[in-house]
């Protein structure tokens, strides 16, 4: 029976996901006996939760609310509510922060954390350890440059990916939303199937997927709750990674209304499956309002299906400056 990898940005994802994907763990709980677990995942959760949290944080503390005032403001009857409400939102937003700060320190406090230790510990879940060898064979994986793997000093992806050819013996499915294991499917495929004799079925970036795959049944609840949280994710993955860079440069173009590879989403534009070669860009001095704009009036689901012309029409569309002319205020 095939088994399961679950990468270690999956886990962390619930970080960032509403708490009702949270469903989706448990779900997985279900089918721990077909879950393979290199401890160096665990591990790798155990040290990003940290910096997961304190980056919730910090976008919680870039919420807070700043109100334009002035003398024509401030006697209106209405500004002493408005200044109330803005005093109460301040204080739940620290209470939450000061909540949150807790819990980076107290796991147990961690709901996210309980879940998936619950799930390692597991009877069922096979637990994987890496030795010396696997280290050795991970470092000079990493030096000749051999994926998986993208950081230039810690070889984490490497230990686990050896771990998973000297400790599996059976077809397996990996669960991940690191491009280094889709761009590479075909070469990671062959060499798996080299050195166990069995194969590599599938690199999803979903867990129900990767369940069903199974041959296992999957609520379609769990699927459709997976849908939205990946497609939510996506969307402010893709909006940090592409449009903030144009708004650093006061330039819109559109590179950042992608299709990826196989309707999936890439942050790498060199990677993009319409965007390589197009060196057109569409100026604008109003980037941040247009920004929000695009962010109101474009929906994720039919941004990621859209054909390239479709895409650049609406984005023209949003703002008159956007055609071409880039008038000066």
């Known amino acids: 029976m095939p088994k399961i990898f679950i990468d270690t940005n999956v886990f962390l994802d619930f970080y960032r996901a509403k708490k009702d994907s949270l469903e989706i763990l448990r779900e997985l709980y279900q089918h721990s006996g077909s879950i393979v677990f290199p401890s160096l995942v665990y591990d790798e959760f155990l040290r990003n939760r940290v910096k997961i949290i304190e980056q919730v944080i910090n976008s919680l503390r870039n919420e807070k609310p700043k109100y334009f005032t002035s003398a024509i403001v401030e006697g209106l009857e209405v500004f002493e509510d408005l200044k109330r409400s803005r005093e109460e ?38 637990i994987y350890e890496h030795d010396n060898s696997i280290i050795h064979r991970a470092q000079k994986r990493h ?17 686990i990916w050896e771990t998973i050819l000297a400790r599996i013996d059976d077809d397996i499915i990996i669960v991940s939303r690191d491009g280094t294991y889709k761009e590479n499917h075909q070469y990671l495929s062959h060499e798996y199937e080299e050195r166990t004799d069995k194969k590599l079925l599938k690199i999803t970036d979903k867990i129900s997927e990767g369940i069903k795959l199974l041959g296992e049944t999957v609520p379609q609840e769990i699927i459709e709750l997976e849908d939205k949280q990946v497609d939510a994710l996506m969307w402010e993955k893709f909006l940090d990674a592409n449009l903030g860079a144009s708004l650093d440069a006061e330039r819109i173009g559109p590179a950042f209304l992608i299709k990826g590879i196989d309707g999936g989403w890439d942050p790498d534009p060199s990677k993009l499956e319409w965007v390589e070669g197009y060196s057109g860009s569409l100026p604008s001095k109003r980037s941040e309002r247009l920004f929000e704009r695009i962010k109101e009036e474009i929906k994720t689901d039919w941004l990621r299906k859209g054909r390239k012309e479709d895409l650049e029409k609406v984005l023209k569309s949003l703002d008159p400056e956007t055609n071409g002319e880039d008038t000066e205020e």
Not at 106 to 124: A, G, I, P
């Open 143 to 159: 030096l000749l440059g051999q994926p998986p793997g993208t950081d230039k000093i810690k070889i984490c992806d490497e230990v």
């Open 89 to 126: 939102h301040k204080k739940y937003l620290d209470i939450t922060i000061s909540k949150l700060d807790e819990i980076k320190e107290d796991s147990k406090q961690d709901d996210v954390f309980l879940e998936l230790t619950k799930l390692y510990k597991s009877e069922k879940i096979e």
